[in-house]
């Protein structure tokens, strides 16, 4: 079954507008969870939470993690069109001796003018 | 720096066909990372490599997948024979000392492959 799922799948809104992106997550062993901005390329690296209660945050952009609860929100404020990709939220954890990177499936979140 | 180079950046191939991608990671990384995106699974990790050494192949889905990194500036990543399923788009990853929480994994364009 999927260890990472990511809600809601899409979302719209308006410019300006402030959304919440979900990640819930159940893995052993965890060590991260990262969010991932991916336009119409490559993914592009936003934030790394190991900590809960810690807020990262990057200009409009924020992020927390609750490791008790097992999830974490990306907060995007004001939002602009450009905000406008698929968002991915990944979990590192071991496996054994190994290291284990899980995505969640995305959230497309889509800005109108 | 250029950054990950993949090519090719796509490829059209017809079932039964060998498939060959490639990597030129960051210099200086000495984690590189393949990937395997759909719409219907999303981003899997396939392999990584330590030093050009294979860590972890558990993400390979089968025998039909095999990846080598001859050296550290070089990595394959083959399919033989292709099938339709295969069809996604294959990111090649590299970061600095390691797959830890604190080592930001710098992405290639990805190579979109299609399998008629």
């Known amino acids: 079954e999927d260890k990472v799922v990511q809600s809601p799948l899409s979302l719209v809104v308006h410019e300006g507008d402030t959304v919440t992106l979900n990640c819930s997550y159940e893995?052993?062993?965890?060590?991260?969870l990262l969010w991932y901005k991916q336009e119409k390329k490559a993914p592009t690296f936003l934030f790394m939470l190991t900590s809960s209660g810690i807020e990262k945050k990057s200009g409009r952009l924020s992020s927390i993690l609750d490791k008790k609860e097992l999830f974490s929100i990306l907060n995007i404020t004001a939002t602009q069109t450009g905000d406008s990709a698929v968002y991915l939220c990944?979990?590192?954890?071991?496996?054994?001796?190994?290291?284990?990177?899980?995505f969640g499936k995305g959230t497309l979140l889509t800005v109108n003018p | 720096d250029a950054g990950v180079i993949q090519s090719p950046r796509h490829e059209v191939t017809e079932m039964g066909q060998e498939v060959t991608l490639r990597c030129k990671p960051i210099s200086g990384h000495d984690y590189l990372f393949w990937y395997r995106q759909t719409m219907m699974r999303g981003l899997e990790l396939l392999i990584y490599?330590?030093?050009?050494?294979?860590?972890?192949d558990s993400g390979m889905p089968e025998d039909r997948f095999s990846a080598k990194m001859p050296n550290a500036s070089f990595s394959t990543l083959k399919i033989q024979p292709s099938e339709p399923r295969d069809s996604a788009v294959y990111f090649c990853?590299?970061?600095?000392?390691?797959?830890?929480?604190?080592?930001?994994?710098?992405f290639g364009p990805g190579t979109r492959l299609t399998v008629l």
């Open positions: 990853a590299s970061s600095w000392t390691g797959p830890r929480a604190d080592n930001e994994q710098f």
């Open positions: 490599f330590n030093n050009n050494v294979p860590i972890d």
């Open positions: 990944a979990v590192e954890y071991s496996g054994g001796s190994n290291y284990k990177l899980t």
């Open positions: 893995v052993t062993n965890f060590r991260s």
